[in-house]
């Protein structure tokens, strides 16, 4: 009886079914968000019966004979985000899909890890991915980028490197960390930019300054830090990377953690430690080269595709010492350290940071809204907030050997907003304005002569920048920006260096206080700048790209080309400002030439720079002091001349070898004085040859050669006055040291833990030979030689 029961209810259920009306329909139309064009070939799936559908040419579909009730709908299209919704249907159902059709164009859209995209469309532009990111770790920013073409850095040891474009850098290179362009005193040589690179999952470098949404005076490049993208689903991942290095004998920790939720809220936490003692050359301790740097971060928010906010916070914490064999007494100690070739004090190995050092602490906060709107575009707001506290410590005797010789406290405020009208294929155009206001304080209590003074600093601009697609292989950009910066400083000056450098003529008006000796002055100076480029892309028949850009740049001068006065300490010499010094004014024309054949690849990269009113510091002359004889260096103004040479290739010889090639050069001409450049790197050769196998957990293996000629244009040497041989003596402060050829070996692994947990090993060798060389661009190759043979073993875990 039970039986028949369990039957006859089955037969009514399916009766039941059958005799339901199914006769509902779901039909509408798929557009993209921004410009409303309809999307064809975009499909609409019901994921609960698996009915679909695909939209015709007019962005059109219909779903017939579906029941009535809430469904789930998979929408999805060749060049778009796939789509989920939530639908009710009932009798015929409008619904209206609105698409991001053209994502490669946006920010928010990138795979995780690999945050990249075109800043610009006609210049010289590269990136450096999370892979090559990742493998220094343990190092720096200049280090890393130096794996870039056109890029070199200027350090100062091993732990202070500033990066080099085209021949540029300090002020004239503008980095930009998370969106917020870093204020870390930059102006100075041996000032190593405040950045945590464990902290970024992508760098991108412009060679020049054609982006002018970052600002009109990156004479030399941007330089593009952004985070990895954090996806719209409800995920928990990270990773932790542990480093050890030979040279150095110590090594860094990295490990961050993202949590991410469906409905767009995100949460990222970073932290690093890295801990090195002294360095080694081939043949000796380079004594008190140890460097202790901390970093953390912590950013979280809500990521929609119409709207979102973030807010970021970082800390980064960094003690290095410089060599003890740099810090010269005297003008004659100097004579010494270059004509013997080997460091005045050797001492053992130590992880001690002792005199003379630096300290640095900078905070960074960010807090960014955007809005899209529908068939227009998007719009930006940011406030971003940094502090910079700088100590520099000299050698000095008794309890002021503990008190910092340099103790500047730099705060920066900055508004920004942006808009960008994206709503038409053909073009784009953005718009934007900038405010900052920048205080520095410097502590009069180090019981030195203040080398710089304080001053308050205010930055307006505004940029409107655009693109037209005139043709399917022709792309046109062009740009404006104005910025306004007033400089408010109030510094003392001695009288007799007023009187020698001639102020007492032309800036009289700014005295305020006259204390006989000393000078109490207000010098305020208001710089008008504008910036503009324009540039063309253009696709050839057979594939290749071709690209001009013409960029014109104004840099106002930093507050240490105008106000330098006295003994910088950490760097051992005078340096003195001019309070003439104006804009620079950077006129650069580049052209690329990009061609992919079936098994290799070829960019040709021709540029020239003429910059008027260059300003430049060098050596001039010797001042005797209470604390001895020390060079003068000098700021300066003159107009210049940059030619340079960028070539990559690359080929593909079998499916697991590959070689890479590079070759960068540049010339610095003085075209006022017909004399050649301080500080312009000299042409370099780096080739590479790299096996993959797949197969065997992803093994790599690389062999890396580098050589780097000697740079024979470089200014005159300089006679000075020695005190102990009582007459004038050459000073080879300027002659470069002999080319040099280095190897490096590198491998790594990857092994599956379970599930998605990933543990990557690596094995570098740099300077496999252990090569004696000195590099024209470090500044302590008047001391000693560079660094020798480092073994770096990495274990990274992806979870």
Same mark, same amino acid.
């Given at each position: 009886? !039970?039986?028949?029961?369990?039957?006859?209810?089955?037969?009514?259920?399916?009766?039941? +079914?059958?005799?339901?009306?199914?006769?509902?329909?779901?039909?509408?139309?798929?557009?993209?968000?921004?410009?409303?064009?309809?999307? #064809? #070939?975009?499909?609409?799936? =019901?994921?609960?019966?698996?009915? +679909?559908?695909?939209?015709?040419?007019?962005?059109?579909? @219909?779903?017939?004979?579906?029941?009535?009730?809430?469904?789930?709908?998979?929408? @999805?299209?060749?060049?778009?985000?796939?789509?989920?919704?939530?639908?009710?249907?009932?009798?015929?159902?409008?619904?209206?899909?609105?698409?991001?059709?053209?994502?490669?164009?946006?920010?928010?859209?990138?795979?995780?890890?690999?945050?990249?995209?075109?800043?610009?469309?006609?210049?010289?532009?590269?990136?450096?991915?999370?892979?090559?990111?990742?493998?220094?770790?343990?190092?720096?920013?200049?280090?890393?980028?130096?794996?870039?073409?056109?890029?070199?850095?200027?350090?100062?040891?091993?732990? =202070?490197?500033?990066?080099?474009?085209?021949?540029?850098?300090?002020?004239?290179?503008?980095?930009?960390?998370?969106?917020?362009?870093?204020?870390? +005193?930059?102006?100075?040589?041996?000032?190593?930019? #405040?950045?945590?690179?464990?902290?970024?999952?992508?760098?991108?470098?412009?060679?020049?300054?054609?982006?002018?949404?970052?600002?009109?005076?990156?004479?030399?490049?941007?330089?593009?830090?952004?985070?990895?993208?954090?996806?719209? !689903?409800?995920?928990?991942?990270?990773?932790?990377?542990?480093?050890? +290095?030979?040279?150095?004998?110590?090594?860094?920790?990295?490990?961050?953690?993202?949590?991410?939720?469906?409905?767009?809220?995100?949460?990222?936490?970073?932290?690093?430690?890295?801990?090195?003692?002294?360095?080694?050359?081939?043949?000796?301790?380079?004594?008190?080269?140890?460097?202790?740097?901390?970093?953390?971060?912590?950013?979280?928010?809500?990521?929609?595709?119409?709207?979102?906010?973030?807010?970021?916070?970082?800390?980064?914490?960094?003690?290095?010492?410089?060599?003890?064999?740099?810090?010269?007494? #005297?003008?004659?100690?100097?004579?010494?350290?270059?004509?013997?070739?080997?460091?005045?004090?050797?001492?053992?190995?130590?992880?001690?940071?002792?005199?003379?050092?630096? !300290?640095?602490?900078?905070?960074?906060? !960010?807090?960014?809204?955007?809005?899209?709107?529908?068939?227009?575009?998007?719009?930006?707001?940011?406030?971003?907030?940094?502090?910079?506290?700088?100590?520099?410590?000299? =050698?000095?005797?008794?309890?002021?050997?503990?008190?910092?010789?340099?103790?500047?406290?730099?705060?920066?405020?900055?508004?920004?907003?942006?808009?960008?009208?994206?709503?038409?294929?053909?073009?784009?155009?953005?718009?934007?304005?900038?405010?900052?206001?920048?205080?520095?304080?410097?502590?009069?209590?180090?019981?030195?002569?203040?080398?710089?003074?304080?001053?308050?600093?205010?930055?307006?601009?505004?940029?409107?920048?655009?693109?037209?697609?005139?043709?399917?292989?022709?792309?046109?950009?062009?740009?404006?920006?104005?910025?306004?910066?007033?400089?408010?400083?109030?510094?003392?000056?001695?009288?007799?260096?007023?009187?020698?450098?001639?102020?007492?003529?032309?800036?009289?008006?700014?005295?305020?206080?006259?204390?006989?000796?000393?000078?109490?002055?207000?010098?305020?100076?208001?710089?008008?700048?504008?910036?503009?480029?324009?540039?063309?892309?253009?696709?050839?028949?057979?594939?290749?790209?071709?690209?001009?850009?013409?960029?014109?740049?104004? $840099?106002?001068?930093?507050?240490?080309?105008?106000?330098?006065?006295?003994?910088?300490?950490?760097?051992?010499? =005078?340096?003195?400002?001019?309070? $003439?010094?104006?804009?620079?004014?950077?006129?650069?024309?580049?052209?690329?030439?990009?061609?992919?054949?079936?098994?290799?690849?070829?960019?040709?990269?021709?540029?020239?720079?003429?910059? @008027?009113?260059?300003?430049?510091?060098?050596?001039?002359?010797?001042?005797?002091?209470?604390?001895?004889?020390?060079?003068?260096?000098?700021?300066?103004?003159?107009?210049?001349?940059?030619?340079?040479?960028?070539?990559?290739?690359?080929?593909?010889?079998?499916?697991?070898?590959?070689?890479?090639?590079?070759?960068?050069?540049?010339?610095?001409?003085?075209?006022?004085?017909?004399?050649?450049?301080?500080?312009?790197?000299?042409?370099?050769?780096?080739?590479?040859?790299?096996?993959?196998?797949?197969?065997?957990?992803?093994?790599?293996?690389?062999?890396?050669?580098?050589?780097?000629?000697?740079?024979?244009?470089?200014?005159?040497?300089?006679?000075?006055?020695?005190?102990?041989?009582?007459?004038?003596?050459?000073?080879?402060?300027?002659?470069?040291?002999?080319?040099?050829?280095?190897?490096?070996?590198?491998?790594?692994?990857?092994?599956?833990?379970?599930?998605?947990?990933?543990?990557?090993?690596?094995?570098?060798?740099?300077?496999?030979?252990?090569?004696?060389?000195?590099?024209?661009?470090?500044?302590?190759?008047?001391?000693?030689?560079?660094?020798?043979?480092?073994?770096?073993?990495?274990?990274?875990?992806?979870?």
């Amino acid at each position: 009886m !039970k039986a028949l029961l369990f039957i006859s209810f089955v037969m009514m259920s399916h009766l039941f +079914m059958v005799a339901q009306d199914c006769n509902a329909t779901l039909k509408g139309q798929v557009v993209d968000y921004h410009s409303k064009i309809e999307l #064809n #070939n975009a499909s609409i799936l =019901i994921v609960e019966s698996s009915r +679909m559908a695909t939209t015709d040419s007019s962005g059109m579909f @219909s779903i017939g004979n579906l029941c009535p009730g809430k469904y789930l709908i998979e929408v @999805s299209h060749p060049e778009c985000t796939t789509v989920l919704m939530d639908v009710e249907i009932r009798g015929t159902t409008n619904l209206d899909i609105k698409l991001e059709h053209h994502l490669e164009e946006l920010d928010e859209v990138n795979v995780v890890g690999d945050a990249i995209k075109n800043k610009t469309k006609t210049a010289q532009e590269e990136q450096l991915k999370l892979k090559t990111l990742e493998l220094y770790s343990a190092g720096n920013l200049g280090d890393a980028l130096k794996e870039l073409g056109g890029v070199s850095s200027l350090n100062t040891g091993a732990n =202070i490197v500033k990066p080099t474009i085209h021949g540029l850098t300090g002020s004239r290179v503008l980095i930009l960390n998370d969106g917020v362009r870093m204020q870390d +005193m930059e102006w100075g040589a041996e000032h190593a930019p #405040n950045i945590d690179i464990n902290s970024a999952g992508s760098i991108s470098l412009i060679k020049g300054a054609s982006a002018l949404q970052y600002g009109g005076d990156a004479i030399g490049g941007v330089i593009i830090m952004e985070q990895a993208r954090v996806p719209a !689903k409800d995920t928990l991942f990270g990773k932790t990377q542990v480093t050890g +290095m030979s040279n150095g004998r110590g090594g860094n920790f990295n490990s961050e953690l993202t949590r991410a939720f469906g409905g767009g809220w995100f949460v990222k936490a970073q932290g690093s430690y890295k801990r090195l003692g002294d360095h080694e050359a081939p043949d000796y301790i380079l004594s008190n080269t140890g460097i202790q740097e901390m970093g953390a971060s912590l950013k979280f928010g809500k990521n929609e595709f119409t709207w979102g906010w973030d807010a970021r916070y970082s800390y980064f914490d960094t003690e290095i010492a410089v060599l003890r064999a740099s810090h010269i007494g #005297n003008v004659d100690d100097l004579i010494r350290s270059i004509n013997s070739g080997e460091p005045s004090i050797i001492r053992p190995f130590t992880y001690d940071l002792q005199n003379p050092r630096q !300290k640095v602490k900078h905070h960074l906060g !960010k807090l960014r809204y955007y809005k899209r709107f529908e068939g227009l575009g998007k719009w930006n707001f940011q406030y971003d907030f940094q502090k910079n506290r700088r100590f520099e410590f000299d =050698i000095r005797r008794g309890e002021s050997d503990d008190r910092a010789s340099i103790d500047l406290d730099l705060t920066t405020h900055t508004l920004s907003t942006d808009f960008t009208w994206d709503a038409k294929q053909e073009y784009n155009i953005q718009a934007g304005l900038l405010g900052r206001y920048q205080d520095n304080f410097a502590n009069p209590e180090t019981g030195v002569r203040r080398l710089i003074p304080d001053y308050n600093k205010y930055d307006l601009g505004a940029f409107i920048t655009g693109e037209y697609k005139a043709t399917d292989r022709l792309l046109v950009e062009a740009g404006f920006r104005y910025d306004f910066t007033r400089v408010d400083a109030k510094k003392f000056y001695r009288t007799s260096r007023w009187e020698e450098r001639g102020y007492d003529t032309e800036f009289q008006d700014l005295i305020i206080e006259d204390r006989g000796t000393d000078l109490l002055v207000n010098p305020v100076f208001d710089y008008h700048n504008f910036s503009a480029t324009t540039g063309l892309s253009y696709f050839l028949v057979d594939g290749s790209n071709l690209k001009f850009n013409y960029a014109l740049a104004q $840099r106002a001068p930093n507050p240490s080309e105008l106000f330098s006065d006295g003994l910088h300490h950490s760097a051992a010499r =005078i340096e003195l400002g001019d309070l $003439r010094i104006d804009s620079e004014t950077s006129h650069k024309f580049t052209t690329t030439y990009h061609k992919e054949f079936k098994h290799w690849g070829l960019t040709i990269e021709p540029y020239v720079n003429w910059i @008027s009113d260059f300003i430049l510091l060098e050596p001039a002359d010797v001042e005797f002091t209470i604390r001895g004889a020390f060079p003068v260096w000098e700021y300066r103004q003159t107009d210049a001349r940059l030619l340079g040479l960028d070539v990559n290739a690359h080929t593909d010889w079998t499916n697991n070898l590959r070689t890479d090639h590079r070759f960068s050069l540049v010339k610095g001409k003085d075209v006022e004085n017909e004399s050649a450049l301080i500080n312009i790197p000299a042409a370099n050769f780096r080739n590479r040859i790299t096996y993959t196998k797949t197969d065997w957990n992803n093994f790599e293996v690389f062999l890396t050669s580098t050589y780097v000629f000697e740079q024979n244009e470089t200014p005159e040497n300089i006679f000075v006055f020695s005190p102990e041989q009582q007459e004038e003596v050459l000073l080879e402060i300027n002659t470069a040291p002999g080319a040099y050829h280095l190897l490096s070996l590198g491998s790594q692994m990857e092994f599956s833990l379970g599930g998605k947990t990933r543990l990557t090993t690596a094995l570098n060798i740099t300077n496999l030979l252990d090569t004696n060389y000195r590099d024209y661009l470090n500044r302590q190759r008047f001391f000693a030689d560079d660094l020798g043979r480092n073994f770096s073993l990495q274990l990274k875990l992806n979870y």
